[in-house]
């Protein structure tokens, strides 16, 4: 049982407060005004985007461990199976909106949830249940501690913040990092479920609700987010650190696991490219061209579980050629080879 029932905000305790806007507050039902983030100004090495296909980001999540993150449940669960979503992968501190793929993405081993017995606020609703996400532990992926930042959590007691929540998360139009800080919490009812003024884009869903101290909850969907109090914040260090808690049950994930490619520009001028690859399951082989500009990194849209992918390039007018001795009917490929799941990372250079 929560040990909160509806109530006005300035009731709120156990180190959760925030400002209620009697009179300023954005209605629910209207969007909320938010801001693009240029990762490479002002990252957030916490950020993790829940991602599925190629570069389809679904929900945001936060980096709380050395192969965990934070999410929502509806981001990673099939609620009619109670099963992980086969098809649900974690890409750390990506922007897609501003070309910026540091690091490839991580398959999920398990997903962690509240039992319906846990102290602290189990939602009545699905969609209102948080989720610890553990990724897969592969020789060529380190821990997301030698790529990210782990995000901190609000233990205070008493203390009070006067002004906005701050929220950091995915546009999932854009796959770009958004901010907003004009969101606020209104009430927090049993469940811990927080009644909130803002109405934040698609992919939102999973983003950590965060004041100075850490986050304090997270942003579920329209109007509603999740606190996250003390009993739950021990019991989430549990699960990470590995000493299990008995308010989280683990369901195991089988992932599909593919190769997915990521192409950078490192010359003067457009590169037209083409690559040939066998699609997951195998098949003749499919193509996919396009042009990349230069200083452009992005993802082709190219899944494979064959370790050998083909490619030719050109550039200034065809006077620059990147091909070899495999040969298809538009001309002639080199090949890559690749021995690892996830992200393949290939650059193209004026120099080669």
């Given at each position: ?53 190629v570069?389809?980001?679904v ?9 965990h993150?934070?999410?929502?449940a ?25 070309g910026?793929?540091p ?27 948080l ?23 609000d ?51 999973g ?40 308010f ?8 599909d ?45 190219l ?50």
């Amino acid at each position: 049982m929560s040990r909160f029932s509806l109530k006005p905000i300035h009731r709120l305790a156990t180190g959760f407060s925030v400002l209620l806007l009697c009179l300023f507050a954005l209605p629910v039902s209207a969007q909320t005004s938010v801001e693009p983030v240029k990762a490479l100004d002002a990252p957030d090495r916490a950020m993790a985007a829940i991602v599925t296909g190629v570069s389809d980001i679904v929900c945001s999540a936060t980096v709380i461990g050395p192969r965990h993150v934070l999410t929502a449940a509806a981001c990673v669960i099939d609620p009619d199976t109670d099963q992980v979503l086969a098809d649900r992968q974690v890409i750390p501190r990506v922007d897609l909106d501003d070309g910026y793929i540091p690091a490839s993405r991580r398959f999920i081993r398990r997903v962690f949830l509240p039992v319906d017995e846990a102290p602290f606020g189990p939602a009545a609703r699905f969609d209102g249940k948080l989720a610890i996400v553990e990724t897969v532990e592969l020789v060529e992926h380190p821990p997301f501690s030698a790529e990210t930042d782990e995000a901190a959590f609000d233990r205070r007691e008493t203390e009070r913040d006067d002004g906005f929540l701050a929220i950091r998360f995915y546009d999932r139009a854009t796959g770009g990092q958004m901010t907003t800080p004009a969101c606020a919490a209104l009430s927090i009812a049993p469940g811990d479920m927080m009644a909130m003024n803002c109405d934040l884009p698609e992919g939102a869903s999973g983003a950590a609700i965060r004041v100075a101290a850490g986050i304090t909850g997270l942003y579920l969907y329209p109007g509603e987010g999740r606190y996250i109090g003390k009993a739950e914040i021990e019991a989430i260090g549990r699960v990470v650190t590995g000493a299990g808690s008995p308010f989280f049950r683990a369901i195991e994930a089988t992932p599909d696991l593919f190769i997915a490619f990521v192409l950078s520009n490192r010359c003067d001028a457009p590169i037209d490219y083409s690559l040939r690859y066998r699609p997951v399951g195998g098949g003749d082989f499919t193509a996919v061209s396009g042009r990349i500009e230069p200083d452009e990194r992005r993802f082709v849209d190219l899944m494979t579980d064959n370790g050998v992918v083909y490619m030719r390039g050109t550039a200034k007018d065809g006077a620059l050629v990147w091909d070899g001795g495999r040969v298809f009917e538009d001309g002639r490929y080199f090949d890559i080879r690749i021995n690892s799941w996830g992200d393949y990372f290939h650059s193209l250079s004026c120099d080669e």
